[in-house]
């Protein structure tokens, strides 16, 4: 299906990615959708009166911010409760819930904690409306913001930014609006990379008007080569060409390709990175278009950026926006009007004037010609070629990452065809081609372009290029790219054990997205291209069948994932990451190593949260008492006592509690040591106690247990216990004191006596008719000493009086 078309049955088909940025920055992530949440939340709404706030406020939103009609809302709307009511199902949040509740907490409790004077935000446009009023909420001054971006690079899945949505932040928090400062001169690319840049942008700014910001375009400081279209149809033919001049030596020879730290090579996707060839992905930094966002680089291959696009056909589009282009150039010509002339975007970025005139006789001479297929040009519809927008903002992207060269690469001549058109036609770009086998005049050579710094790297710049990319992976939303690219690098410096490093985090992330896509609605990835036909999309799809295929199917790719996490959990003990390496082994479900190595970790460096774990993976191995003593010597306290009380593990208890009293609790004779142990641990002790009297369990223990809580707590348990085991109230058995004792009178006196409450304790005797044994507590105490063993009953039962 196309982005916005048909399906068989008459309900349209949406590219994911287009409807989660309609959810992510407008549904969610607006300014007017946090408003609609705190009215809802002020008048106490309903979950239908907060979604019909919510909806009123998106259908609200003016075509400049959401270019999609209120028709196609209404369906976007739709497939919203649908992903909202799946993300419910599986207990899942995404960041829009995040910001909503800072937001709700923000306005109850007010800023706290450290003070925030002054905000510097770089990449503003990777942030949605709603991010950033959260953001500026938290500055004491939001006049002393400094926000830096560029909406051209506005690639972030699911956000859509232009700097003009700031105003309404502003005028939202009553304050006036800045006015902006904009930045002319491109100090990173040539006039060469920028001319062909600005023809992009000039591009979105044509059909998606209200996409970016529209401003001057970039000038560059010095000139430059112009990117090279590379028609070639297979890789052996790209090697010969990159390697250029150097094309007899003896990389060219064994068929590989030698880059440089300051060379990259960059791809639409991680399955278009997985499919280039090994050589390749061994010997060169391989990253996505948006992994490379905001790096630099001397030397930029694009590969296959047009056959692994989701957009197709749409590319005509480009095509016709080329051929009106050239048709307004002509008629401007034909009125005598030079300076209408030179309003193409090449020639605003600083190429020669008269280029246009020049590309048409070479595109009617054929020199320049890409296809001997005409190109057929297709008119353009916002709504059905909606995809166009984040790839043209993506191909801007690509292109602005070189400082030096660009060199495009795309193997399917159907899917280049429309692009590569408009490039070489334009002027803009140089086409490379091999003939026969020979490699024409003007080939770019890898290590010997134009105004190429060479590819050969020094250790030093190998090992710094792999160290950023191994320090900033975790921040990244896929952090495989860095990672692999870290592999490459630390290869290429000769830095083995920094390469284990890299390998073994490289094996960790891969196993996570194999979880992950087990995880997922569908059991697989979402997808990023259209729906089909009749079938769903992975992105917005509903959980797998309940088939017992689909369960096979979904129990053998969690098999899968687990061995994926065991290998990754060996490469971790390899490279001496022992902390991930337990990790692994925890989610490939290797409980007992990876309880012994958090635990050895733990004790190792003092990281409590090692400590948690190692519990928990005792928990699941049914080892409740190691994990009980974990939680407990780690200050987990009260996870250590819900886990006592859940399992009953009561003697256990008692020994811990003896422990803490001898080792650190400050108790006196008189009020026990209740009072220096946490509630938690006097709630545990009041439940063993409680299980002990019930139980009749052994009276020693009972009494460790009491001898934590007070007094008065301790007398009323044994009371309780005493009376249930009795079964006549306060008296003896019916052997009338003679036989047996099955009551805890001896322990309540032990209990009084103990806290020097020797009348209590006799009393307690009399009540019990034993007023013999009452005596000898009371000459216990005119004596300081305790009743002798003959008056009074020992713990485990003994004679009457």
Known sequence: GKALGERGGGAPSFDPALVWTEIKSYIKGSVEALAAHTDADDAGDSLAGRQKRLREAYLALGRKRVSMSAGVRDEVWRLFLAYQRTKRELGFWDEGDLVLNL???????????????????????????????????????????????????????????????????????GRPVPEPYTLVHNYRSHRGVLSLAAAVVDVIYTYFPGAIDRLEPDQGLFHGPKPKLLLVDSEASLTMLLLGHQRQGEAALQGSIEFGA???????????????????????????????????????????????????????????????????????????????????????????????????????????????????????????????????????????RARVNVWVVDFDPNRRRAVYSWFAESGLCDVVRESGGVLDAGGPGLAGGEGSQGARSTPAEWLARGAYFLREAERQESSRGFYESAVTCFKQAGEPRLEKVARARLAKANAKGLAADVASPGGGAPSSSSSSGGGGGGGLGQAGGSSAADKRGERARRAEAAEAFLEAAVLCLEAKLGREAAFCLMQGKDYERAAVLYNSEGSRSG???????????????????????????????????????????????????????????????????????????????????????????????????????????????????????TGAGNTLDDSGGGGEQSGYLGEIIAVLTRAGRHAEAALACCAEGDYLLAAGVLRAQAGSEAPSSDDAPSSAGGEGG
């Open 103 to 173: 937001w709700r907490r923000l306005r109850k409790h007010g800023p706290s904690g450290v003070l925030v004077h002054h905000a510097f935000v770089d990449e503003v446009q990777d942030f949605t409306q709603a991010e950033l009023f959260l953001l500026l909420s938290l500055v004491r001054d939001p006049d002393q913001c400094f926000l830096a971006g560029d909406t051209a690079q506005t690639i972030a899945r699911g956000v859509g930014f232009r700097f003009t949505d700031i105003k309404d932040l502003f005028h939202g928090m």
């Open 262 to 400: 300051q060379q990259v090579i960059l791809v639409r996707s991680d399955a278009a990175r997985a499919s280039l060839p090994r050589h390749i992905t061994e010997s060169a930094i391989v990253l996505t278009v948006f992994e490379a966002k905001g790096l630099e680089f001397d030397d930029v291959l694009l590969w296959n950026f047009f056959t692994d696009s989701p957009a197709n056909e749409e590319w005509r589009c480009v095509y016709s926006y080329w051929t009106h282009k050239q048709a307004e150039d002509a008629e401007a010509s034909s009125g005598a009007s030079a300076s209408a002339a030179g309003g193409a975007a090449a020639n605003s970025a600083g190429s020669p004037s008269g280029d246009v005139a020049k590309v048409s006789f070479e595109s009617m001479a054929g020199t320049q010609a890409v296809s001997k297929k005409a190109v057929r040009a297709l008119d353009f519809d916002a709504e059905k070629h909606k995809v166009l927008e984040s790839e043209l903002k993506a191909l801007y992207c690509a292109l602005t």
């Open 607 to 725: 990281s409590r949260d090692c400590m948690r774990r190692a519990a928990k993976c005792f928990t699941k191995l049914r080892r409740f008492d190691d994990s009980i003593e974990v939680l407990w010597r780690a200050g987990f306290t009260r996870e250590a006592v819900a886990q006592i009380t859940r399992e009953r593990r009561f003697a256990l208890a008692a020994r811990l509690l003896d422990e803490r009293t001898k080792g650190g609790a400050k108790g006196g004779a008189k009020g026990g040591a209740g009072a220096a142990l946490p509630e938690e641990v006097l709630a545990m002790a009041r439940a063993a106690a409680r299980d002990a009297v019930a139980t009749g369990a052994d009276r020693t223990r009972l009494l460790e247990f009491l001898a934590v809580l007070p007094v008065a707590e301790q007398v009323a348990l044994l009371q309780s216990g005493h009376a249930r085991r």
